[in-house]
């Protein structure tokens, strides 16, 4: 029998690592779990404090596959995600392992079940043009165009955006063919098709928005006590780094370049990158209340559900018995 995919999601900041940990030792440990990072900023070597990536002795403790694997300023894609992500199932698989892939980008997640749609590749003369109009129009006017275009697409995009928000907008202009429907012809087929067996697809909630937004604060706090600005230095030392980049405008570090730029001081640094947070902490909740067979879970009894969602896994057809 083919052994399930564990399916963690969650907002940023409420305890999802610290969940798959506590599954990996309720179900044997490393020999028996493998975790999959789903998370487009720890895929980063270098950004550690900023991205609240698990600590070396963690990591060695509770190894998970997809994070440090790309220098910064290298990009990194969701296709690029769900290559990675069949490669990591499958050598779980291999190994008897239950792959359990624990995060918070919900794009990954969104493209890792549905698949991947064959779209064009990218074209430098489109891209440059609409990088032109981001820089005199606004994001606010292009991501009005996109609705006005294809507003199945839109309502997922951010106008904050710019990587998405241009990619839709390269592939019409391309292609002629709203992106959207081209999400539908997909290329690679769902995971179930890609990868067999059965997904269990857990989503871990805040009982109270405020008590998210507590959590956010204090994590951004210790963040910048353990050295987060000391870091964005480092990276900022490079010369092949840029704003432009999606590593360096990952949220909390766009802001952090702000300001070592001198555009802001460090009270609106905090300020800014905190309320940032909030509001993808806020996108996240949206795609998970609508995320179709998840079983949702209150984050403030987390570790409480730790024995039933082992027990779900265990009881699935080609989990191997915990032999202790």
């Not at 805040?206 to 959590?215: A, N, W």
Request: a negative charge; glycine letters at 8%.
């Amino acid at each position: 029998m083919t052994t399930p995919i564990v399916l963690l999601m969650g907002p940023t900041a409420l305890g999802k690592t610290a969940l798959a940990m506590a599954l990996q030792d309720k179900l044997g440990g490393p020999d028996r779990v493998s975790l999959i990072s789903v998370d487009s900023a720890l895929v980063y070597r270098g950004m550690d404090i900023g991205t609240a990536k698990p600590t070396a002795s963690e990591l060695a403790a509770y190894p998970h596959a997809l994070i440090d694997i790309r220098d910064p300023a290298e990009p990194y894609t969701a296709a690029d995600f769900v290559a990675d992500a069949d490669a990591a199932v499958e050598e779980a698989r291999r190994a008897d392992r239950v792959p359990i892939l624990v995060g918070g980008t919900m794009l990954y997640f969104r493209r890792f079940v549905d698949g991947i749609a064959a779209l064009p590749r990218a074209d430098a003369n489109t891209r440059a043009a609409l990088a032109d109009e981001l820089a005199s129009r606004g994001g606010e006017a292009l991501h009005a165009e996109l609705t006005r275009i294809d507003p199945e697409a839109a309502v997922g995009i951010h106008p904050n955006n710019p990587q998405r928000l241009l990619r839709a907008l390269e592939i019409v202009r391309l292609t002629g063919v709203p992106v959207s429907a081209q999400w539908r012809e997909l290329d690679s087929g769902d995971v179930v098709e890609r990868l067999g067996g059965k997904v269990l697809t857990y989503a871990l909630e805040p009982e109270h928005r405020s008590v998210l937004h507590e959590r956010i604060a204090e994590r951004f706090d210790a963040m910048l006590a353990q050295g987060f600005v000391e870091e964005l230095k480092a990276l900022t030392a490079r010369s092949d780094l840029h704003a432009d980049l999606p590593s360096m405008r990952a949220v909390g570090y766009r802001q952090g370049l702000e300001l070592l730029a001198g555009e802001i001081d460090a009270a609106g640094f905090r300020e800014q990158a905190v309320v940032a947070t909030r509001r993808l902490a806020k996108r996240q909740l949206t795609w998970l209340r609508s995320w179709p067979g998840a079983v949702h879970l209150q984050a403030d009894d987390a570790l409480g559900h730790v024995a039933r969602v082992a027990r779900d896994i265990g009881n699935q057809p080609g989990v191997l018995p915990d032999p202790k």
